[in-house]
């Protein structure tokens, strides 16, 4: 319990009677409970990072299959199902970054995570387009 003692005693009739709580409601101060009152929810939301761009991880290797094995068949198609892959995560990664745009948070790093996402996923389809 975030640094409280805890004491716990019996009352007259033989019940448990919680010393922080019975305190807590003679001062008129609230107990915070040690955990969000929605399980699964965070207290506070995370803001973007840099680590937002990890879908541009596969996007790379797609790129650079299409970029120097791009005449061959086999490059071709790996190229494009891990650009597909990594289009599909950047697609959810982007949505993420223009939530924390429109809820003003850390917007320079949630625009870049879009710049660097975006600029990709169109390179990528320029390039798959260009060996079509």
């Not at 803001?47 to 061959?72: E, I």
């Not at 599909?88 to 990664?93: L, Q, T």
């Not at 996923?121 to 260009?130: F, H, Q, T």
Request: hydrophobic letters at 45%; a positive charge; one cysteine or more.
């Amino acid at each position: 319990m975030s640094g409280r003692n805890l004491i716990v005693h019996t009352g007259d009739m033989g019940d448990t009677v919680d010393a922080s709580a019975e305190q807590s409601q003679r001062t008129g101060e609230q107990v915070r409970p040690d955990r969000p009152r929605e399980p699964g929810r965070p207290e506070k939301p995370n803001g973007p990072s840099s680590a937002d761009t990890w879908p541009a991880v596969v996007l790379l290797p797609a790129l650079l299959l299409l970029r120097f094995f791009g005449d061959q068949g086999w490059a071709y198609w790996t190229g494009a199902v891990l650009g597909v892959l990594g289009t599909a995560c950047a697609a959810v990664e982007c949505t993420a970054a223009v939530r924390h745009l429109l809820h003003r948070r850390r917007p320079w790093v949630a625009a870049w995570v879009l710049l660097v996402l975006v600029s990709a996923s169109l390179v990528l389809a320029l390039r798959l387009a260009a060996h079509w």
